[in-house]
């Protein structure tokens, strides 16, 4: 594991356009920080450029304070985990795992060793003679991972492993990747523009807008105190409201006198909770979410409150993607 630094990073593949404007970052040994930002952020430059997959413009970045950015990819001692698991078809399970390794020339005991603890620990071991067309798509993640976690990088790169699988196995998958990076103690970068990803995983969630961090921060902070008004919808839902801006959770439907009063249109159920739409005193729409909510009337008019300490920066026309 690596102490990674990024200073004044830019990239731009048209000479006009900044996919990366001047970005720095810097991810502590053994942490796992998240980038989280729309498409066209610029989140998966970043990841091309630290693997030495695409060439910067300018800036520098360091591995335990050694400069990496002028170094071929196999000098890197990074290992990238893709969207699409990048598997050789025509490899069993055990040969893509060690294909790395024999590349850089491991002596045939060691890849043995290597290839057969990255298997366990992804919790593949009885696939290692396995053609790798017949496994699912979160069996062929795993091994994807276990490949990364056989070269030992000082840097783990995971550009959205887990948006080509479903929602059950995109939930087990991120245990999986949280619990390796904790067990091996991992400096890892995860891109993604999946916000309950970053915020249930992430040590620390970077939100990248237009080649820019706007904010780095620990899943609580952003969420509750974003930077912008960018920041605070990119993360979740956000209530405009005249003193500003209020998440829908944060909103309590109350039979005392509230903030203030609002009709009920429209219902969304979801099990273990809802969504209740409003509509406020100037017209103006408001998402009220409930855990346990009790039947309301549709139509009815009922007080709004909130605790003014959770306000926070109401996003505005130039808050859009």
């Known amino acids: 594991m690596a102490e990674v630094s990024i200073e004044k990073l830019t990239k731009s593949y048209d000479g006009k356009v900044k996919v990366l404007d001047g970005l720095d970052l810097h991810i502590a040994q053994g942490e796992l920080v998240f980038m989280l930002g729309p498409s066209g952020c610029g989140k998966s430059t970043l990841l091309r450029i630290l693997a ?27 290992a990238m985990v893709f969207q699409n698991y990048a598997l050789w078809p025509h490899l069993n399970v055990f040969d893509n795992v060690a294909f790395g390794l024999r590349m850089a020339r491991f002596p045939r005991e060691e890849i043995r060793k290597r290839v057969t603890s990255s298997l366990e620990q992804v919790r593949m071991e009885g696939f290692a003679r396995s053609a790798v067309t017949q496994l699912s798509g979160g069996q062929q993640q795993r091994v994807a ?26 939930d087990s998958m991120r245990r999986e990747i949280k619990r390796i990076c904790i067990e091996r103690k991992l400096t890892a970068l995860y891109v993604t523009h999946d916000r309950r990803e970053a915020l ?20 609580d902070e952003i969420y509750n105190h974003p930077a912008d008004g960018f ?4 993360l979740g839902d956000v209530n405009r409201l005249p003193e500003g801006g209020i998440r829908p959770e944060r909103l309590k439907i109350t039979d005392g006198p509230g903030k203030f009063r609002a009709r ?58």
Not at 147 to 167: F, G, K, M
Not at 200 to 219: C, F, K
Not at 267 to 285: I, M, N, Q, T, V
Not at 295 to 301: D, L, M, N, P, Q
């Open 145 to 170: 991972l276990a490949r990364a976690l056989a070269v030992d990088p000082a840097l783990l790169l995971l550009d959205e492993p887990l948006s080509n699988l479903d929602a059950n196995l995109r």
């Open 264 to 321: 009920l249109v429209e219902r969304a159920f979801f099990g273990d909770s809802c969504e209740w739409l409003f509509e406020g005193p100037g017209k103006e729409r408001i998402l009220v979410r409930e855990l346990g909510a009790p039947e309301r009337r549709i139509g009815g008019e009922y007080a709004l409150d909130y605790d003014p300490a959770f306000l926070i920066p109401a996003p505005g026309p130039d808050d859009e993607e």
């Open 231 to 234: 920041t605070a919808r990119f």
């Open 52 to 78: 030495g997959l695409t060439p910067a413009d300018s800036g520098a970045i360091s591995f335990d304070g050694r400069n990496i950015l002028t170094l071929p990819p196999e000098k890197r001692h990074a």
């Open 200 to 219: 249930s995983m992430g040590d620390r969630v970077g939100v990248m807008h237009r080649g820019r961090l706007t904010q780095l921060g620990t899943p």
